[in-house]
């Protein structure tokens, strides 16, 4: 299981919730059970200096934008710790994402690109 939250307090909470349900289930049915951490990333807030960057290229372009935090183990988030980082999401068919059901539209993919390339250009000119 892949517990993802922004904040590292919910994900504590949200483990330790999980780890209490399991046990009272395993003993109400006579069962054990055994959970093992496989690895754990603390979750970090990407630069906001960027991220404002990412918003006003997009609206530059007169493309839609959403701020959102992202709970997932991007390489951005152990990025964030030796340059600035950022994440530029494009909608999925239905909100389904590292998955064999996932599917983005070329036009939302290329979208993306040009975000991309217009905040790298700023970047590099500054």
């Given at each position: 299981m892949i517990v993802r939250d922004a904040e590292s307090v919910a994900m504590g909470r949200l483990c330790a919730g999980l780890r209490d349900?399991?046990?009272a289930v395993s003993e109400r049915h006579g069962l054990t059970n055994e959970?093992?951490?496989?690895?754990?990333?603390?979750?970090?807030m990407l630069d906001a200096g960027l991220a404002g960057l990412l918003r006003r290229e997009a609206e530059a372009l007169a493309l839609p934008s959403v701020v959102m935090p992202s709970g997932a183990g991007h390489d951005a988030q152990t990025m964030q710790a030796?340059?600035?980082?950022?994440?530029?999401?494009v909608p999925s068919r239905?909100?389904?994402?590292?998955a064999p059901?996932?599917?983005t539209e070329w036009d939302a993919a290329v979208a993306g690109a040009r975000v991309m390339l217009a905040a790298a250009v700023r970047l590099a000119c500054e």
């Open positions: 349900l399991i046990a959970i093992v951490e496989r690895s754990r990333i603390e979750p970090v030796l340059a600035p980082a950022g994440l530029i999401f239905g909100g389904v994402s590292h059901d996932e599917w």
